[in-house]
């Protein structure tokens, strides 16, 4: 492990705030318990640090791009990117919670300083621990937004083979989306609800309708000039 790998283990290590906060959980928890938590204290540390948060690359390939939902590279594609925008902004917005709550810190521990009433200080003090925690998960979080940025980034390149428009979502969907209802179409069945038959039928006589009068075209070149 390097030292830069090092620092942002630290930088999330939760194990002096849960030894800390241990000595309080008497007022919640029977004698036995809180030896038992003091005990768990490794685990929960380790526990804290690779529980799931987010997809996986596996849930990604199979569950959000599945052939029957997206069944072109193109439609794939286009998901990718709406996948890692939302991430993306949401990284951002996390970033600006982050600045806010280290700004509060800041104005507690200047807070303990100066205030005189035990109680007031007391208070105080717990406030911090409590946003102490919420930074290490704040940075938590951001670790895990950004590796989903990156493998959307990594999925994005994968399905690009140059035959299809990055710069215009609308170009593929006429080709993607009918791809898509056929294959729904196919699952009909007599138990299918009759919301999910008029869904289904609905709109993919629709998108026929609209290919028959020229107003779509299965081309994608005829749509949209395929930009490299």
Do not use: C
């Not at 303990?112 to 704040?138: C, F, G, H, S, T």
Request: overall charge positive; glycine content about 2%.
């Amino acid at each position: 492990m390097n030292k830069g790998d090092r620092m942002s283990k630290e930088k999330r290590n939760i194990a002096t705030k849960l030894e800390t906060e241990s000595k309080y959980l008497t007022n919640i928890l029977d004698k036995d318990d809180v030896k038992n938590f003091k005990k768990l204290i490794p685990e929960l540390q380790d526990t804290w640090m690779k529980k799931q948060m987010f997809r996986t690359e596996t849930e990604m390939r199979f569950s959000v791009l599945s052939d029957n939902k997206y069944p072109t590279k193109a439609a794939k594609y286009w998901q990718s990117v709406r996948e890692q925008n939302t991430h993306f902004e949401n990284l951002v917005h996390l970033s600006f919670e982050a600045r806010k709550n280290e700004v509060e810190i800041k104005k507690l521990q200047r807070e303990i300083r100066e205030v005189n009433d035990p109680l007031d200080k007391e208070m105080k003090q717990v406030e911090l621990e409590e946003k102490l925690y919420n930074k290490a998960q704040m940075e938590l979080v951001a670790k895990h937004r950004m590796r989903e940025v990156a493998t959307w980034s990594k999925l994005k390149k994968e399905f690009d083979d140059g035959n299809f428009d990055k710069k215009d979502v609308d170009t593929h969907q006429a080709h993607s989306y009918l791809l898509r209802l056929q294959e729904q179409k196919k699952t009909i069945t007599p138990g299918t609800s009759q919301p999910e038959v008029f869904n289904v039928l609905g709109q993919l006589e629709a998108l026929e309708k609209n290919l028959q009068e020229n107003k779509l075209s299965l081309d994608v070149k005829k749509n949209k000039r395929i930009t490299k």
